[in-house]
């Protein structure tokens, strides 16, 4: 339990890290981070499984074409989330990034709703129904919606959802969509190198070192969480999860000077509290059992 904790936190305090990551790369495009990181968590995955000798995967997924459509739509979902993130860092939307992972426990209980038909509870219902309306007065005041917020938690939601009915583990999974991403990734670096337009080749040596590190970057966070997520409830993994979007608000308003107050502020409380109902919700229906036990 206690490493379970240490593993999922360390996961999400490195997620709620990455403004830092990504604006120490603020001299290279959006799509060129996106691609090397593509790339070179690729590397660091075959490095993977080739110690654990875990392979046997592969056959699986050439056996069901099914697995592998899959893992396409997952694949494609990832890269636009991580595409929209590295841009809205690197253009000062740091804060309205971090609203989308706010907003993705409730899209996803929302989608969760719509598309696998699951129950929702009063309170769960009162929680969409509050975030729904902290969106519409962003929307109001901003004059249109949170577009980054909403398109970071449709497609992490989507995403959640495709591997939430995956046929492969954690690892197995990333390595997929990593494999699948890979050609597409390798032949855009590709182009780009012919045209003498590839950052890597241009960059400084701490430029060249931070894009080979968005290998460990892309998969190690992802690794910890599912370590962890198999060895705590889903009670205490939800409320971890928003670790990693209050450091990176903190960071857009604190060390990036986004503004954030006002108006904007009272959109965010109404989403907070809808946060805050949604998970006493959560954890009074995993502590009743105890309760009555006792």
């Known amino acids: 339990m206690h490493i379970g904790i240490l593993y999922a ?13 990504f604006k120490a790369l603020q001299n290279v495009s959006s799509v060129q981070i996106l ?4 790339v070179w968590a690729f590397v660091l995955l075959l ?3 080739a110690a654990r000798r875990q392979w046997s995967w592969i ?3 050439s056996r069901q074409p099914r697995i592998l459509w ?3 739509a997952s694949a494609s979902l990832l890269s636009v989330n991580w595409y929209i993130y590295i841009w809205s860092v690197n253009n000062a939307h740091v804060v309205d990034a971090s609203l989308g992972y706010f907003m993705n426990p409730l899209v996803s209980v929302l989608l969760g709703f719509l598309l696998l038909h699951e129950r929702l509870r009063p309170t769960q219902w009162a929680s969409v129904a509050l975030a729904g309306a902290g969106v519409a007065w962003l929307t109001v005041q901003a004059g249109h ?3 980054i917020g909403l398109a970071l938690a449709l497609s992490f939601g989507f995403y959640g959802l495709l591997r939430k009915t995956a046929a492969l583990g954690a690892l197995e999974g990333l390595s997929l969509e990593t494999f699948l991403l890979f050609p597409i990734a390798l032949g855009y670096v590709a182009w780009l190198s012919l045209h003498d337009e590839n950052a890597f080749s241009h960059a400084t040596l701490n430029c060249k070192f931070l894009l080979i590190a968005a290998g460990p970057i892309t998969a190690v966070p992802l690794l910890l969480f599912a370590a962890g997520a198999r060895r705590i409830p889903m009670s205490t993994l939800g409320l971890l999860q ?3 979007p209050s450091l990176q608000l903190l960071l857009g308003v604190w060390l990036y000077d986004e503004p954030f107050g006002g108006q904007r502020l009272i959109g965010y409380a109404v989403i907070w509290s809808a946060l805050a109902l949604y998970s006493l919700d959560g954890l009074w ?6 309760l009555a036990r006792d």
């Open 9 to 21: 936190a360390t996961a999400y305090i490195l997620w709620g890290l990455f403004p830092i990551y």
């Open 59 to 61: 056959a699986r997924v």
């Open 242 to 244: 928003y670790l990693a």
């Open 145 to 147: 919606p949170p577009w």
């Open 47 to 49: 490095i993977v499984l």
């Open 35 to 38: 691609w090397h990181r593509v």
């Open 285 to 290: 229906r995993a502590w009743r059992p105890a």
């Open 70 to 72: 899959g893992f396409a």
